[in-house]
DNA sequence: GTCTATACTCGGATAGAC
DNA sequence: GTCTATCCGAGTATAGAC
């Protein structure tokens, strides 16, 4: 992946800065946040940072392309080494990210913005966030598609439609819930799964989904 | 609703203005305008047109104010006069919406773009945004309560959360759909209904879903 | 490789004439 | 009420020293 035969040592720092932006971000929020800021938390000057990453745009790029990378690494690797892990529950490990967004705010709040803006063809993460899209859903329409084999998914609609209903309904939860933070979004999402999980003939019923709150 | 006694005349011209920069957005689009291209598009200089909108924000929130505003007159008033509207088909309205925003991308950036930055408490767009969504899921919820006590909706989840399910779903797809308008929005959001619907015994069960494409 | 300093652009806001 | 003109700040990008 080396981006160039030389300068490996670059390619190092570029790492280790992002990851301590990612950090930054993650902590300290991101408000439309300029170059100079998140320079100045890693340490840097704006021209320092630049050197590494073209632009302002790259560089948040950049960073969540790190994000993500490491929520994979993290969310993928640890849970268990088992080569069925497409098959292993995706609802769990759904539910887990999303729980874990509810504690980095600053990065909801930049892949929020970024993917409104980056819905221009013109903006450099254009094909990032279609690429990733993609990716999501991909995985998502597999596995569904295996839970509804399974019975553990109502066949009442297609996978590959509700790989992207689910995508949509996390990307908007994030949204409601920057507005207003009280609410649960992994809780939401969850009462979904339930609503579509096939009645339960046999199973011991999961709790029909007392559902988060009930606000208006 | 007139702000002050005098000047009545103002606020019509105003609202002439927001009309006319509906359309213009709703037609050429938002890429992150700046008020000088709203004002030219109206025919009015960057300062005339700030003298009806203190600040650019404010400006932008009318805008989407006047587009709620035009669509909930449109889309309850044009149909049907009945009192019963309340109870009349939420799931066919919401659809015709949705159908609709994808004829006025413009006005699907803004709207995206606001409701992220919105997320600020010190946004001006704030407490617009809260009030707007609460507002939505609050009739969402009082329909779709109506529709399960009418066993047209499954029970298995709580109006309340399936209202925001809906809210998010619909705001999630609309960025997808800003990064690949081939999607059928309103296909999908049907489908997830219909998802919802309990199994039809009597019904002569309403082909069930095709479901827009089989996108990866 | 990193800094300081600066250049340049954009866009919102305001003053003041008409 | 509307315009022209101007100001000002923010923020990115770059030049050039060290």
Redesign the interface.
């Known amino acids: 992946m080396a981006q160039r035969g030389s300068y490996a040592k670059g390619v190092a720092k570029r790492e280790e800065i992002l990851e301590r932006e990612l950090d930054v971000v993650a902590r300290e929020g991101y ?1 439309g946040a300029s170059v100079k800021e998140l320079a100045e938390a890693v340490g840097l000057s704006q021209a320092g940072l630049l050197h590494y990453f073209g632009t302002k745009e790259e560089l948040f790029t950049e960073i969540l392309r790190k994000r993500d990378e490491v929520d994979i690494a993290h969310y993928r690797g640890e849970t268990s080494e088992k080569p069925d892990s497409d098959v292993r529950d995706l609802r769990t490990g759904y539910l887990q990210i999303i729980r874990h967004n509810s504690e980095v705010p600053g990065l909801v ?1 930049l892949f ?2 970024m ?6 063809p013109e903006h450099p993460a ?1 094909s990032f ?2 690429a990733r ?2 990716e999501l ?2 995985e998502f ?1 597999h596995a569904l598609a295996h839970q509804q084999r399974t019975g553990g998914l ?1 066949d ?3 996978p ?3 790989a ?2 689910l ?7 994030q ?2 819930w ?3 933070p009280t ?1 649960d979004m992994a809780g ?1 999402v969850n ?2 799964f ?4 096939p ?1 339960p003939s046999d199973e011991p019923a999961p709790a ?2 007392p ?6």
Chains 1, 2 share one sequence.
């Open positions: 408000r709040q929020s913005r993917a409104v803006d980056a819905a221009d254009h966030f279609l899209g993609a859903r991909d329409t109502t009442r609609i297609a590959g439609t509700l992207r209903i995508q949509a309904v996390a990307d908007g939860l949204v409601q920057m507005q207003d609410i939401i009462a979904l339930d609503a579509l999980t009645t029909p989904a559902s988060p709150e009930e606000h208006g």
